[in-house]
Every structure is written in structure tokens, then in C-alpha cells.
């Protein structure tokens, strides 16, 4: 059985950091492309960075210069650092392989 279970949410002021984990199971993670996929109150899912099996990563125009994404195949984690986060960065962040989500972590921007 797939699982993704994500981690590393909270409450930050904006330009403050965090960063997400999402420790996966159940399949041979090293080899999949993995996302980090974001929903914003009342809008609809928002991939906003990907990972392939050999690292190459690409990050959509909202986060770009400020999220980095990450893996350690040897612990089956995906990682996201957030820096200079914003208050339009709120909402739920799910890790993702191809359209497979876990329970998403909230991260709340705010003053």
C-alpha cells in the first residue's frame, strides 16, 4: 500500500522559513517523480515543485527562487524548504506521486 505522510506545517510570519518532510512507503520511491502540490483556501490543487528520479528539479512561477525541493532515497523522504514565505503561501501542501496525495500539512503565513 502507497503512503505519504507529510510532515513539517505550522503557523510563520511572513519572510520566515519552514520546511515540509514527507516520508514515503510501500513503493520503490527512488524511482518515481515526486511533487509537492499545494491547495490555497477555497482554489483547487497547485503543483508548485517536482523532482525527478535523477534530482532534475522545476519549480512553478509562484515559489521559484524561494522553495527548494528535495529527496534522500536512503530515509524514502521528499523534502520542501520554504524561505521568504508569504502570506499567499497559506494553505494544505501534499506530497504527490503521479496523483497520489498523503493528508497534507497546513502551513499558515501570517502576522
Known amino acids: 500500500e502507497v503512503q505519504l505522510v507529510e510532515s513539517g506545517g505550522g503557523l510563520v510570519q511572513p519572510g520566515g522559513s519552514l520546511r515540509l518532510s514527507c516520508v514515503a512507503s510501500?513503493?520503490?520511491?527512488?524511482?518515481?517523480?515526486m511533487s509537492w502540490v499545494r491547495q490555497a483556501p477555497g482554489k483547487g490543487f497547485e503543483y508548485i515543485a517536482t523532482?525527478?528520479?535523477?534530482?532534475?528539479?522545476t519549480y512553478a512561477d509562484p515559489v521559484k527562487g524561494r522553495f527548494t525541493i528535495a529527496r534522500d532515497n536512503a530515509k524514502n523522504t521528499l523534502y520542501l524548504q520554504m524561505n521568504s514565505l508569504k502570506t499567499e503561501d497559506t494553505g494544505v501542501y501534499y506530497c504527490?506521486?503521479?496523483?497520489?496525495r498523503g493528508q497534507g500539512t497546513q502551513v499558515t503565513v501570517s502576522s
Open positions: 504527490d506521486r503521479t496523483g497520489t
Open positions: 510501500g513503493f520503490a520511491f527512488s524511482v518515481y517523480t
Open positions: 523532482i525527478t528520479e535523477s534530482e532534475r528539479a
